[in-house]
């Protein structure tokens, strides 16, 4: 792989860096650029991107407050809402938010980055849409390339001009591929590829790693062998010889967001799952990322609970050690627990996603895809956890909802990119 790339995302919640870390062994040095904190950014340029930030923290947060949180939600959201696909329609037209990008570009917002990779244009990839406009806005020299990190976008992924722009999208689904032509996006500048997910849990395009550690989950997922008996075929067709039993006990992750919301629903979790935990009839990994009060939140109600044993915290101080830490913890996962967001494409590792409430438009197009998939179960009340779970396990719908999201999902997404990359001459 001799063809290199910058590879920029931003920090703000995980979404946009979980998609560039499976990409940085193309960047020089394996080092990813974060467009919102990199070594020399002028404070102008910060005080833009931290003040953006801190408003969606504050407002996912400010979401569960009673009779005032939804509402003053449903506002910021109707900022980033995605409008319905049909009828087919001429979506071109550029809304308030993309213009208002546009305008902190003339007042020089990102100049100083673009500046800097001019120095070696190699090509560009963004898995955020503003550093991908920021390079085009500003001259940059080189391929521009643009990772969409959702099911469906709306239309600020797409720059003020689309139909003049030179930037490519990497797509990862068909749906993402229609509605940027909607937006005016030319044909040619779309690739659908699939969402880059981590090598680590993948293996080589053969995805042998991917294959054997689905093979031991779907034993935890059928324990009564209901879908085994209806479609070992099947599974034998896509896994091979399968193993005889699983190498881990039947374990749940629960992952919050990056902005710490629904911790709430792991306390929820553990208590209702408590006997069973005691028991070590199930273990329970607690993702808590790189926020330390989500950590100690666990922390403090794992010891309130008296639980010892089978629970797990993920949590790491640097981002690219949680995300090796997360990566590794999904190997030995049954079940995947979390809100749809960026996670929602991982369950083309034949993670079964229990989908907890959405935070915003886009997770609620996300939810509808998983849903369409079949990879994806709503989450029931939590507070009974230790009841529908295990009925649904008896039933065999996890293990059919992780082959569904094995089969149907796009699974080298990470390849695609790479191979995209090493083409540019």
Known sequence: MSQKAWIVDVNMGYGHQRAAYPLKNLAPGGKVI???DYGGIPERDRRVWENSRKFYEFVSKFKRLPLIGEPSFFIFDQFQKILSFYPRRDLSKPNLYLKRIYYLFKKGWGRHLIEKLKENPLPLISTFFVPAFMAEAFGYPGEIFCVITDTDVARHWAPLNPSLSKIKYLAPNNRVVERLKLYGVRPENIFLTGYPLPLENLGTENLEVLKQDLNHRLFNLDPKKKYFQRYQSLIEKYLGNLTKEPDHPLTITFAVGGAGAQKEIGVRILKSLKKRIDNKEVKIILVAGIREPVKEYFLK????????????????????????????????????????????????????????????????FNQKWLLKLGSGILQHNPDHTNQWLFDLLGEGSFAEAAMQGFVEAEKRGTFNIQKIISEIK
């Open 34 to 36: 974060s467009a919102n």
């Open 301 to 364: 109600n794992i010891e309130n609970l008296n639980l010892k044993d089978n629970i797990e915290i993920v949590f790491n101080s640097k981002i690219e050690d949680y995300f090796k830490s997360f990566n590794s913890a999904l190997r030995k996962t049954d079940i995947l627990w979390t809100k749809p967001s960026e996670l929602s494409f991982y369950s083309a590792l034949g993670l079964p996603i229990i989908i907890a409430p959405t935070i915003g438009s886009q997770e609620e």
